[in-house]
């Protein structure tokens, strides 16, 4: 690769993700700083050209002067929402006013990406929380490639996955060279949130019993060089640090031990969008299944359950969410729906079944479509698709005789039902 880079200083834009995502999409690498970042540094990072990114008053500031005087004629700035011509003013700037190569590729991040997490692990022995979600899935795939067996994942299973999943995240990675460590704690996490009927209160628990039971599995492996953890480029800029990395809060229910005795952090996707780590994933031969899919709560289907949770239920919500996944799949909307899912209820009602009573649980069905999960539509369905989960739910589900589909938005609603 070129190595070549393009400066994206931001001044207060609220478009400083798009400008940057519009410019990796062009095969050109960039990085983001803030507008107090000093003109040595720029210099000793020898980008080929820089943007500036904000409103037109804030473009035009002081330290703007400042920082554009030297490169005048590479520096630009961007103003708006782009539109098509934005896009061909950005092309014509990267690369013929910077002369960009435009070969920043996944094929060659992983290449570079391995190079470099060997220069920095050299004969160390890294640790990493695989929770089997995308970034942490990319991270165990990469540094896999990267150090082999000196790798150790520790894989807690809480019991609380969706159907089959386990298996699944442990059959992509045995296999491949590193060190996996499948812990089969459901039993615990039962035990512990028996009676728990808060929501709050069913996080707290699976985030404290989490770190005790990576803390038990830590120390049987002995000392550790570094500790790995899937950090991505949006974290990164929204926590406006560019140099300092913090242990990044596992399942955002409790954090990791912070008594891990280790020398420092290894984060190979701190500088990758979502998609990028997805396009990388592939690249590095992950399944379809595991890099696209959609978000999953760290505490898991204990958070799906309205009331309390037991092994029954868990069973029953496991069965009747794959089969709504599975028409989703099957209608091949899984792509066009943000996040899709099946809630169990704490609720009973009266039906009939082959001439009988029954008094079973209410499922719901949730569907959302939305860019960033800080707001969200319901998604519109058809009803074919509804009508085929539902026949099918209640007919091969125990203890379900009614489906209902949650036609809320967030706002009000949240996405999850705790
Ligand atoms: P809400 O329900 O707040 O969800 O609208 C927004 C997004 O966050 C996910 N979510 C969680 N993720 N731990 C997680 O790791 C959690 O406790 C948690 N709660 C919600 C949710 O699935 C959605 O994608």
């Not at 069965?319 to 099946?342: G, M, P, T, V």
Request: net charge negative; glycine share 10%.
């Amino acid at each position: 690769m070129s190595g070549q880079l393009i400066l994206i200083i931001d001044c207060n834009s609220k478009n400083k993700h798009l400008t940057a995502r519009s410019v990796r999409g062009m095969n050109v690498y960039c990085e983001v700083r803030p507008l107090s970042m000093q003109p040595e540094e720029i210099g000793s990072m020898n980008p080929i050209g820089m943007i500036f990114t904000g409103d037109a008053d804030s473009v035009n500031d002081e330290r703007f002067k400042t920082l554009s005087a030297k490169a005048s004629e590479r520096c630009i700035p961007v103003y708006t929402q782009f539109g098509e011509t934005d896009m061909q003013r950005l092309k014509g700037f990267l690369f013929d006013t910077c002369g960009a190569a435009g070969d920043w590729t996944m094929q060659v991040f992983a290449k570079t990406g391995v190079e470099s997490i060997r220069r920095q692990v050299g004969s160390g022995k890294v640790l990493l929380a695989l929770s089997g979600g995308v970034d942490s899935s990319v991270v165990a795939a990469l540094l896999s490639e990267a150090v082999g067996n000196r790798l150790s994942c520790i894989f807690v299973d809480h019991g609380l996955m969706r159907k089959n999943e386990g298996g699944e995240i442990e059959a992509v990675f045995r296999g491949r060279g590193l060190n996996l460590i499948r812990v089969d704690a459901e039993s615990r996490f039962l035990k512990r949130l028996e009676g728990v009927t808060d929501p709050e209160q069913k996080r707290k628990i699976i985030g404290e019993e989490f770190i005790r039971v990576f803390e038990e599995e830590a120390k049987k492996i002995g000392k550790v060089d570094f500790l790995a953890q899937g950090t991505i480029y949006p974290d990164v800029i929204e926590s406006g640090e560019d140099g300092q990395s913090v242990v990044k809060s596992h399942h955002n229910v409790g954090g990791l031990p912070d008594n891990l005795d280790f020398k420092e952090l290894v984060e190979p996707l701190r500088m990758l969008f979502k998609d990028e780590v997805r396009a990388l994933g592939a690249e590095l031969g992950l399944p379809d299944y595991l890099v696209n899919r959609q978000p999953f709560p760290g505490p898991g289907l204990a958070v799906r359950i309205i009331g309390k949770i037991t092994k029954e239920k868990l069973e029953i919500l496991r069965d009747a969410d794959a089969i709504f996944r599975e028409e989703i799949a099957n209608a091949k909307l899984d792509r066009e729906i943000s996040q899709y899912f099946a809630v169990l209820t704490n609720m009973r009602s009266v039906g009939a079944s082959g001439g009988a009573r029954t008094y079973d649980y209410t499922l719901a069905l949730r569907g959302v479509t939305t860019t960033d999960f800080m707001a969200a539509d319901w998604a519109r369905i058809p009803w074919e698709v509804l009508e085929k989960a539902s026949s099918r739910i209640t007919a091969e589900v125990v203890r379900i005789n009614r489906v209902v589909y949650d036609v809320t938005g967030k706002p009000p609603a949240t996405i999850e039902w705790e």
